[in-house]
């Protein structure tokens, strides 16, 4: 089974559907301690974001029929494959105050499988690592780790801008400032991207270049089309002397930066 070949389905779920999905029954043992350290992390977030923050979204299978066995032996049209403990938390919080965090959504990545062999493949892929999807797939096969790589690119672009913010502009973006953690989330969850860089050997300065020149060969009338359609922010960009860099762009549009590092 192909991982990256493999149906999937990007999606954003209400909190009491996640919160109600099943387990697949090939998971680790519960670490309690584990959830109880999500759940202050999830409540310290939510108190600023309104929102419960991931790196990596929580993967389900999913078919038409129920076929997948479950933790509890029953079979389900959906289970759980990977982010058991954000789950628990999630819904131990959720039971808790159900009227302060009913309108969460959670972002979902449904994987469409056949069988239950196509589970248990999903699953040992995604469990190599720490992680679920993207570059952290690769941390544990592969010599060339591309998740260290798109670290220092993260790391590396930080340096150079004069103002980041590792948060998610949930609400709003503020001209001028790069979003550093929201365009590593995207880095890493592009699968394609991913094993482009493992493939091609690209080193962190490299993509790094990339990334500049195509910012810098950006005129100022088509960076409008990058900035979210604000008249603001290509006000800041018409001022005297402004350069264009990447905190000019808007989060929005970083999948299009990362488009253009292989062209």
């Given at each position: ?9 990007y999606k954003n779920?209400?909190?009491?559907k ?33 929102t ?27 289970v ?11 819904r ?6 159900k ?65 980041y ?6 609400k709003?973006a ?22 482009l860089v ?46 264009i ?10 999948d ?8």
């Amino acid at each position: 089974m192909n991982l990256f070949k493999t149906q999937k389905i990007y999606k954003n779920i209400s909190i009491d559907k996640f919160t109600n999905l099943s387990v697949y029954i090939d998971q680790r043992e519960l670490n309690e301690q584990k959830i109880k350290n999500l759940k202050i992390f999830y409540t310290n977030q939510f108190a600023t974001l309104q929102t419960f923050p991931f790196i990596t979204d929580p993967c389900v299978a999913i078919n038409k029929k129920p076929i997948f066995k479950n933790r509890k032996g029953n079979f389900s049209r959906k289970v759980l494959f990977d982010g058991q403990h954000r789950l628990y938390a999630i819904r131990q919080l959720y039971k808790e105050n159900k009227n302060l965090y009913k309108k969460v959504s959670i972002p979902v990545k449904y994987f469409v499988c056949k069988n239950n062999d196509d589970v248990h493949t999903l699953y040992t892929l995604l469990n190599l690592s720490s992680s679920a999807t993207g570059s952290e797939l690769n941390k544990n096969k592969s010599e060339w780790n591309v998740n260290k790589i798109l670290k220092e690119v993260k790391q590396n672009l930080e340096k150079k801008c004069d103002k980041y913010s590792s948060l998610t502009p949930i609400k709003r973006a503020r001209f001028g400032i790069f979003y550093s953690q929201e365009f590593y989330r995207i880095l890493n969850q592009d699968e394609e991207f991913c094993e482009l860089v493992k493939k091609y050997k690209k080193t962190s300065k490299v993509i790094i270049q990339s990334i500049n020149k195509f910012i810098k060969n950006i005129d100022k009338e088509n960076m409008y089309q990058l900035s979210a359609g604000s008249k603001a922010w290509l006000n800041k960009l018409n001022e005297r002397n402004h350069e264009i860099n990447i905190g000019c762009i808007h989060p929005k549009y970083y999948d299009v930066i990362i488009e253009n590092v292989f062209e």
